[in-house]
């Protein structure tokens, strides 16, 4: 079945850009999508990007797709300790979107 | 304000005892859903709804009951059958079905002892 992996922490300083990296192995998700847990709350979805693009740019937010690799990674720059939570990665497909373990990215001042 | 509401925020049970986790979504969505999140593990999928009156089992549907009998509302029963029931509970909700976004709502903390 469809697996989604990612490394389960990471941390840099305050100003440093954050790169949170993903693999999967099904490759049939039309989006693929990233969503950030803050302590104690729900899920939102912070940015997605379409299965046929290779980059998008959100502001500080960068997602890069490589589908031969079916790797998907997530580049926040100038990171600030606001953007402490966890990272997930996700990958719909009809009704289960398969979720990765989720990043933990901590902020240090 | 349209979103999705679960309560309580914290709950505790007694081991034994079955409880009833509420969902409430006023984003007319059709699609509903019920995930678990233990430590270090993604969400796990229990159970999912498609349209009112219909449900289907998730990958850990096992000591868990729902139902979905008005579009708004998916509450999701934690029954005693459940042999580790103490973790986070997310309800969320999307338009229909992938690829669209799943809205979360801020989740239940179970604990049971």
């Known amino acids: 079945g469809e697996d989604v992996e990612q490394s389960l922490f990471l941390s840099v300083r305050e100003g440093d850009s954050s790169v949170i990296n993903c693999t999967y192995t099904?490759?049939?998700?039309?989006?693929l999508y990233w969503y950030k847990q803050e302590p104690g709350a729900g899920l939102q979805l912070l940015t997605y990007?379409?299965?046929?693009?290779d980059m998008k740019q959100d502001q500080r937010l960068t997602v890069l797709l490589n589908k031969k690799d079916k790797h998907l990674s997530l580049r926040i720059a100038d990171t600030q300790t606001g953007d402490s939570a966890i990272y997930f990665c996700?990958?719909?497909?009809?009704?289960?979107?398969?979720f990765g373990a989720g990043t933990r990215l901590f902020v240090k001042a | 304000d349209g979103g999705i509401t679960q309560s309580p925020k914290y709950l505790f049970r007694k081991e034994g005892q079955n409880v009833t986790l509420s969902c409430e979504q006023n984003?007319?969505?059709?699609?509903m859903y019920w995930y678990r999140q233990d430590p270090g593990q993604g969400l796990r999928l229990i159970y999912y709804?498609?349209?009112?009156?219909?449900?289907q089992k998730g990958d850990i549907a096992e000591g868990y009951s729902v139902s979905r009998e008005k579009k708004e509302s998916f509450p999701l029963t934690v029954t005693s059958a459940q042999k580790n029931p103490t973790a986070f509970y997310l309800c969320?909700?999307?338009?229909?079905?992938?690829?669209?976004?799943?809205?979360f709502g801020p989740g239940t903390r179970l604990t049971v002892t």
């Open positions: 984003l007319n969505h059709d699609a």
């Open positions: 709804s498609q349209i009112v009156n219909d449900f």
């Open positions: 996700a990958l719909p497909g009809g009704f289960k979107t398969i």
């Open positions: 990007i379409f299965s046929n693009m």
């Open positions: 099904d490759s049939s998700s039309t989006y």
């Open positions: 969320a909700s999307s338009i229909g079905q992938n690829p669209y976004e799943q809205y």
